[in-house]
């Protein structure tokens, strides 16, 4: 995030590179960047001539020189922007040559989503060298939670603990995705408000009580009550709770519980950054481990294990949910 505010304020002030090459597997950023300088380096009248917008499936490499190569017309300067542009992975070595020698009148901006350039090769150390390559890393989602905080305080607006778990929880590390409902909430709430797990379940859809963030809580607190009642939820509404996603959750924690037991340094810091998870779960491992031996963590992921192969219906067609869900319970609390 720090290297997107850096290009982000290069821009603003001045310094703009002839090339920017935006290429990773979290496509967020690439986005941002891409939208940033469409809107900002030429004014509503200069666009009509001077911007061109290119998709990768749609163009090829010599196209795309060829509208590099043009003169602005009565702007300071042109911006052609190739979106999608890792469909054009095949023939990329073939823009080395324009790379060596931008249009400086030009700003050419690739948007090349979920693939990377080879570092060793020529073209990549061409285009470091002339322009600007940056590449969007995906995040651990134990570090999405801070990234929530950090986007929503700078938008004038807070979360509570939950709230923000709730959504690394169900979205994960899409970035896209959780701004997407960020924003939807942005425009519900008045700026200054702080974002509560019942924002959540009213306006994302998702319950604050049955959900997978509870289910697993229940589990690790040997609530078996309320572990039996989401689970019975989870059975009556299997579509929006897929068997095969909540065992692969639940089989995630006690992964990462068996990792906790083999720690050394169990201070919160630290399980939050070995384990990868969100720093607001690290109370829920240490209250689990109490209840839940090594021992008897590694008898409960094999048989998580077996219930994934069942959930597939592999050995197991006659097994409904519910049947399977009594089984996970039983192999977890006996």
């Not at 979920?114 to 651990?140: F, N, P, Q």
């Not at 078996?224 to 996603?245: D, S």
């Not at 689990?288 to 090594?294: H, I, L, N, V, Y």
Request: charged share 25%.
């Amino acid at each position: 995030m720090d290297e997107v505010v850096k290009i982000i304020n290069d821009i603003k002030a001045g310094k703009i590179k002839p090339i920017y090459f935006l290429m990773g597997e979290e496509p967020y950023y690439i986005d941002r960047i891409t939208e940033y300088l469409e809107n900002s380096l030429l004014s509503e009248d200069e666009k009509g001539f001077n911007q061109i917008v290119l998709y990768g499936r749609d163009t090829s490499i010599d196209e795309i020189v060829s509208n590099a190569k043009r003169f602005p017309m009565m702007a300071e300067r042109q911006v052609v922007i190739v979106k999608e542009a890792q469909d054009l992975a095949k023939t990329i070595d073939k823009f080395e040559a324009y790379a060596q020698n931008p249009q400086p009148t030009t700003v050419l901006v690739f948007a090349y989503k979920y693939k990377t350039l080879d570092k060793r090769k020529k073209v990549t150390k061409t285009l470091e060298k002339h322009g600007l390559v940056y590449e969007s890393k995906k995040m651990y989602e134990n570090q999405v939670g801070q990234w929530i905080n950090r986007v929503l305080q700078g938008r004038g607006y807070n979360i509570e603990p939950k709230a923000n778990a709730m959504l690394v929880t169900f979205l994960g590390n899409d970035l896209s995705r959780i701004a997407n409902e960020l924003n939807k909430l942005e425009i519900i709430l008045p700026k200054g408000s702080t974002i509560t797990p019942n924002h959540i379940e009213e306006n994302i859809g998702f319950s604050k009580d049955f959900n997978v963030f509870e289910f697993r809580k229940a589990i690790g607190e040997g609530n078996k009550a309320k572990a039996h009642q989401i689970a019975t939820y989870f059975a009556q509404n299997a579509k929006e709770n897929p068997m095969v996603l909540v065992n692969g959750q639940v089989f995630s924690f006690f992964s990462a519980l068996l990792q906790y037991h083999g720690l050394k340094d169990k201070s919160p810091g630290n399980v939050a950054k070995v384990l990868k998870v969100n720093p607001y779960f690290v109370n829920d491992y240490i209250e689990a481990s109490k209840r839940f031996p090594m021992r008897k963590v590694s008898s409960i992921v094999a048989a998580l294990r077996g219930i994934d192969v069942k959930s597939k219906g592999v050995g197991a067609a006659n097994l409904n949910d519910a049947e399977l869900y009594k089984e996970m319970l039983l192999s977890i609390f006996t």
